[in-house]
T-cell receptor
Framework: EAGVAQSPRYKIIEKRQSVAFWCNPI?????LYWYQQILGQGPKLLIQ????????DSQLPKDRFSAERLKGVDSTLKIQPAKLEDSAVYLC???????????????FGPGTRLTVL | AQTVTQSQPEMSVQEAETVTLSCTYD???????LFWYKQPPSRQMILVIR??????QNATENRFSVNFQKAAKSFSLKISDSQLGDAAMYFC???????????????FGTGTRLTIIP
């Protein structure tokens, strides 16, 4: 079974430029997550999709970050314009996604390391 | 809001020895999951072990086991017979047990860097 795919693996940009990250979840996974991991910290959820709908974007800086999941499969996360503090690893994860009491493991991709100069 | 605290930024252990990583958490919920994730230099988060809060029995996965103290809100990871491949960042994480399509997010601690000494 193929895992969560992300690209690019690395990206270096100058501040005020824009950047986009791509994620392809595991086939059949309804729930997709984007996490931001700043150096020395644990990952923090930016946005969660259920199919192609947003269920939690409370920690997404909406003035500069946007994300979409068209057709409920792959997803893109965009930053425009980038700031120095956006330097981080951006992790994508997916899970089967069900309601009620139950556990569906989140599977993580390899992440994209963004450096903003 | 839930919080997860890892007070050991770095730990080291001799190969083949045992090491324990600490984690405490704060929540008002009674039904939740706790996890330990491993993140090697490749950056991919790998699930090591999972504990369900309503289960009193501590979870075990081969050389990895946990000490879950619900009343104390403590969740430590013990690695027995440490191997060179165990070297990585280890993150403790929390998740609500009830899924409402919006609260399945993982809340992570700041991590512990584990070094294995040959």
């Amino acid at each position: 079974e193929a895992g969560v795919a992300q690209s690019p693996r690395y990206k270096i940009i100058e501040k005020r430029q824009s950047v986009a990250f791509w994620c392809n979840p595991i086939s059949g996974h309804a729930t997709l997550y984007w996490y931001q991991q700043i150096l020395g910290q644990g990952p923090k959820l930016l946005i969660q999709f259920q199919n192609n709908g947003v269920v939690d974007d409370s920690q997404l800086p909406k003035d500069r970050f946007s994300a979409e999941r068209l057709k409920g499969v792959d997803s893109t996360l965009k930053i425009q314009p980038a700031k120095l503090e956006d330097s981080a690893v951006y992790l994508c994860a997916s899970s089967l996604g069900t309601s009620g009491r139950g556990y569906n493991e989140q599977f993580f991709g390899p992440g994209t390391r963004l450096t903003v100069l | 809001a839930q919080t997860v605290t890892q007070s050991q930024p770095e730990m080291s252990v001799q190969e083949a020895e045992t090491v324990t990583l600490s984690c405490t958490y704060d929540t008002s919920e009674s039904d939740y999951y706790l996890f330990w994730y491993k993140q090697p230099p490749s950056r991919q988060m790998i699930l090591v072990i999972r504990q369900e809060a309503y289960k009193q029995q501590n979870a075990t996965e081969n050389r990895f086991s946990v000490n879950f103290q619900k009343a104390a809100k403590s969740f430590s990871l013990k690695i027995s017979d440490s191997q060179l491949g165990d070297a990585a960042m280890y993150f403790c994480a929390y998740r609500s047990a009830i899924s409402n399509f919006g609260n399945e997010k993982l809340t992570f601690g700041t991590g512990t860097r584990l070094t294995i000494i040959p």
